[in-house]
Structures are given as structure tokens and as C-alpha cells.
């Protein structure tokens, strides 16, 4: 079964950057063949997809994040990364990668802070 390990979070000054990322691990071809996705989730509220790539290279963004931010991937390495510029205070939230579909399980994500 595949696992997803999130990293490179932290507390940064609004205008600031961060960028993320996250390893699949697991047996098979876990990473590859499928569409993936950067999600956060905020206090109190529903996790939310800001982000995906296909295994093409086609990405897609939220309106929120539409031009700040940037998702790429790299297959031979099964790495997702998330690069976050323009930075605002409503960035603030854990951030998780997992799959469009199937979904596989949650990591434990990583702690975005924009605040000055």
C-alpha cells in the first residue's frame, strides 16, 4: 500500500516562500500512472484540494493559489513538490499530497504558518 510522506513546511512572513514536498513509498507502481494532488486543511474547515498534475505534466490550481503557487512532480524519484510564493496569512494550514483517485492514505502532512 502506498505512504505518503509530506515535508518543508514552516513559518514564513506573508510575501515569503516555502516549498514542499512529499514521497510516495510503497510496492508497485504507486506514483506514475496516476493524477496527484497538494490538499490543506485550516482549523475548522474541510480539506481542500489547491492543486494536481497528471502524469503529464497538466496542471490544474484553485482560484485561491492561481498564480503563486506552482506544483510539479518528478516520476523517478515518485516526488511531488508544491512551490508557494506571494504567501498570505489564508495559506495557513496543513498541507497534504495523496492521489486524485484512488485516494490512498493520509500522511501526517506539513504545518504551513504565513504570519508576521
Do not use: H
Not at 503557487?69 to 489564508?90: C, E, G, H, V, W
Amino acid at each position: 500500500q502506498v505512504q505518503f510522506v509530506e515535508s518543508g513546511g514552516g513559518l514564513v512572513q506573508p510575501g515569503g516562500s516555502l516549498r514542499l514536498s512529499c514521497i510516495a513509498s510503497g510496492s508497485g507502481n504507486i506514483f506514475r500512472p496516476y493524477i496527484m494532488g497538494w490538499f490543506r486543511q485550516a482549523p475548522e474547515t474541510q480539506r481542500e484540494l489547491v492543486a494536481r498534475i497528471e502524469s503529464d505534466g497538466t496542471t490544474y490550481y484553485s482560484d485561491p493559489v492561481k498564480g503563486r503557487f506552482t506544483i510539479s512532480r518528478d516520476n523517478a524519484k515518485n516526488t511531488l513538490y508544491l512551490q508557494m510564493d506571494s504567501l498570505k496569512p489564508a495559506d495557513t494550514a496543513v498541507y497534504y499530497c495523496n492521489r486524485i483517485t484512488p485516494r490512498g492514505p493520509w500522511g501526517q502532512g506539513t504545518q504551513v504558518t504565513v504570519s508576521s
